[in-house]
């Protein structure tokens, strides 16, 4: 899923203007999963307002990265001045690019798509460069789990399975080797991975994916 | 100071009472309700109490041996969280959890003078 | 043929140094580290960017070295520059005489002054050396494309045989040789007993035979520096007995550079040794005397 977290409430603050009525749209979807944007974070935040003396409501749609469900607030969003939204910056784009003369301020930093590893622990997993190769990895992507993206091996910044740069991250390399040693697949790191293509990933522009077969 | 206190049935309840029959309070004034456990005690309760108050008291079982279990420890990590809120947006409203058995006032007496000195 | 590649293809005992360019524009900086170098090394390593500290570049203080009289070992790291900017600047050096180059990952951005940049790991070190291989001996570009000219390039490549996961290390290494890899310069070797054992490992895959290993050794000024490569220095392992024997040595410059001497004469003797390379970080002028020490001076000539 994607994970985000909520900006420091002064920022948020920051955005609005005195007196103007605020909505606080929630997403549903992703970000009620990993609690920053959901249903009850929307209420918090606006009742922190309220506190504040803004006049503040809440509302959350299902999935604020859908146009549909935006239209379907369309009601409260008309109604406010400001809506802060608590969705990951596609759902933000989605909201703004649907209702273009609204003002609109971001709740959230989108962080990664990871999974949730342990309760109140999320970890990158996928960075969506457009190639899945994991399969080769032991089913550890190098890509986003290492800090130098290496497709051949570990640096010498492996110390004790962790990474140097961050001292309670793991070493990829390490779980990869760890992995394969178990599996006894440790020859599949004998073959030299050649350069990527990185075109297919952000690094090419931005992506769109056609279907042909299912366009109306 | 407005204050509003929920305690819970098992214990909260009758020790805000007791707590209640001294003369001196050292809030203006105090509003008691009853709840059947502190467990129930969500942090949208938390905020709409707040609106017209300056301090919620919760008062519930100990950690150790809530009659429920979990009650008092959900509370507990709710009022942390709330706390935290209001400190990050800059609001001198609070929260503040006692935990208590039925015939003790003494940890409610320390937890309201917490409230107390925070609002300085 | 560099003045390195030809020492070592002629088996004798290689030393190199690492030369580390200023953060600034004195180019005085670099040509005064050359000078006190000058006929106790074969090459100096000079460093790119090192530490993700920005410095002046590397290809312009191997030009520095070179107008100096001192062979360069051109290092490029994957942190900073894509395929695109990597190709470009070894046909650029290649154009200028540069003949060595050690191809690295790079350290994290994060460990250095600008840790809010982009990092670029377009390429990592070994796709870097079968990019420059193919460049020199199939005249090809990392796409295909043909290139023109003459192409002569001596490739390295690091090693760190103290890192994690330690079982790795060697495949690591067959695949950096494999890659293109004709010289290594390891990581510092504090820890003779884990080389030696690393070097049996290289030796059973017959490595050695295929790559020149030239040992990396620092010369330690104090014993708090010696406890900051024991704690703090990733892929460095030191034992406890050097940090026991530091903190009795009644002059901690002098002891330390009897442990670096004395660390090279074991090294010597391990077989698939080719050479040493003395990381003599911001120390660079105690190198003669460590070279004439260890009796690895006079150097030999170029034939």
Known sequence: ??????????????????????????????????????????????????????????????????????????????????????????????????????????????????????????????????????????????????????????????????????????????????????????????????PRDWSTSHYGGQRKMIREDVRL | MKVVALGCDKSGYPALLRWGEKELLPFEEVEVFSIPCLGLVTEEMIFQILENSDAL??????????????????????TKRVNSLLQEADISKKVAIAFVTSGKVGEIEKVSEELIWREK | MSALQEILRRGEFAVTAEVGPPKGVNREVIEKKCDGLRGF??????????????????????????????????????????????????????????????????DHQSMGNHP?????????????????????????????????????????????????????????????????????????????????RFMEEVRKAGLDKKAAILAGVIPVKSLSALRYMQNEVPGVVVPDSLVERMKKAKDPKEEGVRICVETIEQLKKIEGVRGVHIMAISWESIVPEIVKEANLYPRPERS
């Not at chain 1, 784009?93 to 990664?112: C, D, H, R």
């Not at chain 3, 154009?95 to 060595?100: D, L, R």
Request: aromatic share 8%; hydrophobic share 40%; with cysteine.
């Open chain 1, 1 to 194: 899923m994607i994970i985000a977290e909520r900006k420091p409430i002064k920022e948020i603050f920051s955005f609005l203007v005195p007196g103007e009525k605020v909505l606080v749209l929630g997403c549903g979807t992703c970000v009620t999963v990993c609690m920053s944007g959901g249903e009850k974070e929307a209420r918090e935040l606006s009742s922190l307002l309220h506190l504040k003396g803004w006049e503040a409501e809440d509302s959350t749609i299902e999935r604020q990265c859908e146009p549909e469900f935006n239209l379907k607030a369309k009601e409260e969003i008309t109604h406010a001045d400001t809506i802060i939204s608590l969705a990951c910056g596609v759902g933000v784009q989605t909201l703004a690019e649907y209702f273009p003369e609204k003002k609109i301020f971001p709740g959230l930093n989108t962080t990664f798509m990871g999974m949730p590893k342990e309760q109140g622990l999320w970890e990158e997993r996928c960075w969506g460069c457009g190639n899945c190769t994991v399969h080769l990895f032991g089913y550890i992507c190098p890509v986003t789990r290492c800090a130098k993206s290496l497709l051949n091996g570990p640096c010498g910044g492996s110390k004790s399975g962790k990474c140097e740069i961050k001292p309670d991250r793991d070493c990829a390399w390490q779980l990869i080797y760890d992995r394969l040693k178990k599996e006894n697949k440790l020859e599949v790191l004998y073959a030299i991975q050649p």
């Open chain 2, 57 to 78: 008291l919760l008062a519930g079982c100990p950690l150790d041996s809530c009659h429920n279990q979990k009650g008092s420890r959900g509370a507990y990590l709710k």
């Open chain 3, 41 to 106: 090394v074969d090459a100096v390593n000079i460093t790119d960017n090192q530490t993700a500290i920005v410095r002046l570049s590397s290809f312009a203080s191997c030009l520095i070295a070179k107008d100096k009289g001192i062979e360069p070992v051109m290092q490029m790291v994957c942190r900073d520059r894509n395929r695109i900017a990597l190709q470009s600047d070894f046909l650029g050096a290649c154009a200028w005489g540069v003949e060595n180059f050690l191809c690295l990952s790079g």
């Open chain 3, 116 to 196: 809010q940049s982009k990092n670029v790991f377009d390429v990592d070190s070994i796709q870097l050396l079968q990019i420059l291989k193919n460049m020199r001996d199939e005249k090809v570009f990392q796409n295909g494309e043909p290139l023109k000219g003459e192409i002569k390039a001596f490739l390295g490549a690091g090693a760190s045989p103290f890192a994690d996961p330690l079982e790795f290390r060697v495949i690591r290494l067959a695949k950096k040789i494999s890659a293109g890899a004709q010289f290594i310069q390891t990581q510092a070797v504090f820890d003779l007993e884990i080389f030696s």
